[in-house]
């Protein structure tokens, strides 16, 4: 795993982005067209702010993927990724080749995992952008994680650590709000991409971070497995990175 220290939040969304959007160019002159999975959650504002800014990125030529929705949420609620994601993504790049949204209020969620499954088999995923979880879970894979899951998405239960991080972050008002499921795509499929890019800032991720590089790698701590990916680069700030026994150079040093 590569791992760059930036001077801020800013500054790692702005790194993790030029990253994820040259190796999209990449895909693109090598195979015409490239295949990507984009995230939610706080720890994601600055990059897609940044990589949406790509006008040298063809987006006509990008399908996209995303990690995880809640279950039986509306893609209209506030806490909804899919809303997330339209007014933060791919309303921005209007000319997207598609967008494969989870329907997490699907009436049949056996059927949309088979459809997502069947869709991302024939889209090979070139990056895949992530964080890391307050309780070091990777998309919605809460501790313990399963690491040899045989599908590309399914249903999950949600741990009370990482309901309270959504109610920290202010997706709801209460606790009871948070929904105590998801459709999430799972650790194998993840590992199964080109490139992972982490942008995993501030000091309440540092905890997660140290576990991730410093500790087993373990079910316990899902996004450990992303030492064993050829190709997964880390991005924090300061306070990400402030548990870290061993601190990586920042960039300039």
Known sequence: MQIRIEPDRNAVGNAAAALGGDAIRAAIEARGSANIVVATG???????????????????????????????????????????????????????????????DAADLAAELARLGALIARHPIDVSFAGIGENGHLAFNDPPADFNAAEAFRVVELDERCRRQQLGEGWFPTLDDVPRRAVSMTVPQVMKSGLVVLAVPDARKAEAVRGTLEGPVTPM????????????????????????????????E
């Open 42 to 104: 706080a720890s994601q504002f600055e990059l897609l702010a940044a990589l949406v800014r790509r006008k040298d990125v063809d987006w006509s030529r990008v399908t996209a993927f995303h990690l995880d929705e809640y279950v039986g949420l509306p893609a209209s609620h506030p806490a909804s990724f899919r809303r997330y994601l339209r007014e933060r993504f791919t309303s921005r790049v209007p000319e997207l080749r598609a967008f494969h949204p989870i329907a997490g």
């Open 221 to 252: 701590l899902p996004a450990s497995i992303l030492r064993r990916h050829p190709a997964c680069h880390l991005f924090l700030d300061p306070g990400s990175a402030a548990l870290l026994r061993q601190v990586p150079d920042r960039p300039g």
